[in-house]
């Protein structure tokens, strides 16, 4: 690969601070500053007390996902690059009533092999796709193999529940369809149709005379235009980031942050359907922000409206709703709050609103903004709400919750209010306690360790899942256990 490292040597950093080009370009261009005290001083006065956690308990299961993604040459230094990626996710169920995690409660150590069969591969739904050069199951392309490819993971007897094919997550990725935004031309209601913005393969575009669609069967769909093989996950347009000889690790990181957003659906609403007992407080724990960024955004609208279902239909019944929250340690925010944490106070919490993303967070010319827009910062991606938090132990999280809305459109009927203002009301937020319950018990570990799950089990037991089938017989042995 001589081409690299011509690159690299062309030119230095000092070259490009003396160019007189890039010093004019930098001339007129705005950048965020550290904060001065007085400006971290108006930063703290905005916190407020969070509820209080007295006579709150943590919730009994913790299920938590992680993510991880690979990109292999298939067989090093020979050309052409023939590469395969992998895309693993892991759960973790996280039973905190049960103490002795992965640390021997004696010496205090963390006992290797309990942490290695918490990370064993057999464990994890892992998806191989097809990289450039290499055409799965005897298909032209490299993205129609990689199509192909997503479609059969889907669909696979790893993700069923109670040995159901009927269960797969490709179940799950109709459910959600059913439940995106009732704006878009693609919208059908109907759980078992999804309806394709285009084929893939002769890239005739879905319009109101020529319907694109897949159903929830088993046999092969076909295009009514090209009469081309069209899948279910054809959907999530992850497709559109393969093309012929190039990388893909774009498409790899798309393929990790659907899955690690759909799962938790997978599981409650199974879960939910076989015992509304085992799904009652159960806490979903998922890395980054509420959001899926991409071609795939849409689905966020599915999943913010599945949990509020979900969670209306749990207190209807006179159960305690399910739960979930990520938690971001990367990305503007966390970095923002890295500036700015010394000035707060402990126990003190920030529900960020958009003026003070785009202020202080991602600069945007706040006097532009569209006065009548009433959804604001991530329309089209977020489906939680980021809360900025300090600890009463002094330790600074930023984490989301679920919009307690079943969408943001229609959040205004039910608060008489825009949503950008509705998000940011604490009392709207009833798990709030909940969630903090859990940051407060785990914020050592959390804080230390890279990884959600091996930061939970480090003090608790925690049992491998895979992402389907054996869901419902441990949620049910735990049922008995209780
Ligand atoms: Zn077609």
């Known amino acids: 690969m001589p081409f690299e490292n011509e690159r690299s040597n062309k030119t230095s950093h000092g070259d490009v ?68 990626g992998y895309v693993k996710v892991s759960t973790f169920m996280i039973d905190t009533h049960q103490f002795a995690g992965v640390v021997d409660q004696a010496s205090g150590l963390v006992d290797p092999f309990r942490l290695a069969r918490l990370h064993d591969d057999a464990s994890a739904l892992s998806i191989a796709l097809p990289g450039p050069n290499v055409r ?25 529940v109670d040995d159901d094919p009927k269960k ?103 879960i939910a359907a076989a015992d509304l007992d085992a799904i009652s407080g159960v806490t979903f724990f998922v890395d980054g922000p509420l959001a899926v960024f991409g071609n795939a ?38 970095e923002h709050v890295d500036l700015i944490e010394r000035f707060v106070g402990p126990d003190r919490i920030l529900p960020v609103g958009d003026e003070y993303r785009y202020k202080h967070v991602s600069p945007r010319d706040v006097s532009q903004m569209d006065p009548k827009d ?10 939680g709400q980021d809360f900025i938090y300090k600890t009463p132990g002094s330790k600074t999280f930023v984490f989301a919750i679920p919009y307690p809305f079943e969408s943001k459109a229609e959040s205004k009927a039910q608060t008489g209010k825009a949503f950008k203002q509705a ?13 903090l319950k859990v940051l407060d018990y785990f914020e050592s570990d959390l804080y230390t360790n890279a990884s959600i799950p091996l930061a939970l089990a480090h003090q608790h037991t925690a049992i491998s899942l895979m992402p389907g089938g054996k869901v419902l017989d441990i949620m049910t042995h735990k049922k008995l256990t209780k």
Not at 149 to 154: I, T
């Open 17 to 84: 601070l003396r160019n007189p080009d890039v010093v004019s370009f930098l001339s007129q261009c705005q950048v965020m500053t550290p904060p001065t005290d007085a400006e971290g001083m108006a930063f703290a006065s905005q916190f407020v007390d969070p509820p209080s956690r007295d006579g709150v308990d943590l919730p009994q299961t913790v299920i938590a996902l992680d993510g991880s993604l690979y990109e292999s040459q298939v067989y090093p230094g020979q050309l052409p690059s023939t590469r395969v």
């Open 136 to 160: 799965y199951g005897g298909r032209a392309t490299v993205r129609e193999g990689f199509r192909a490819a997503l479609e059969r993971h889907f669909l696979s007897p790893n993700t069923w």
């Open 168 to 270: 797969s997550l490709r179940a799950t990725l109709f459910a959600l369809a059913a439940n995106r935004s009732q704006k878009s031309s693609l919208y059908t209601g109907d759980p078992k149709v999804i309806r394709l913005h285009k084929c893939p393969n002769c890239d005739e575009v879905a319009g109101p005379g020529q319907r694109i669609e897949v159903h929830d069967v088993a046999d092969p769909q076909h295009c009514p235009h090209c009469s081309g093989e069209i899948f279910a996950t054809d959907c999530l347009r992850i497709w559109e980031a393969v093309a012929e000889g190039a990388p893909i690790g774009e498409a790899l990181g798309r393929t990790m942050s659907v899955v690690e957003h759909i799962m938790p659906m997978h599981y409650a609403r199974n």
């Open 297 to 334: 955004a849409w689905i966020h609208a599915g999943i913010l409206r599945m949990y509020n279902k979900i969670n209306t239909y749990l207190v209807a019944k006179g159960r305690e709703p399910m739960h979930m929250l990520g938690l971001q340690k990367t990305g503007g925010l966390r």
């Open 374 to 383: 009433e959804i604001g910062f991530g329309l089209e991606t977020y489906y």
């Open 423 to 435: 998000k940011l009301e604490l009392q709207r937020y009833p798990n709030l306690a909940k969630i």
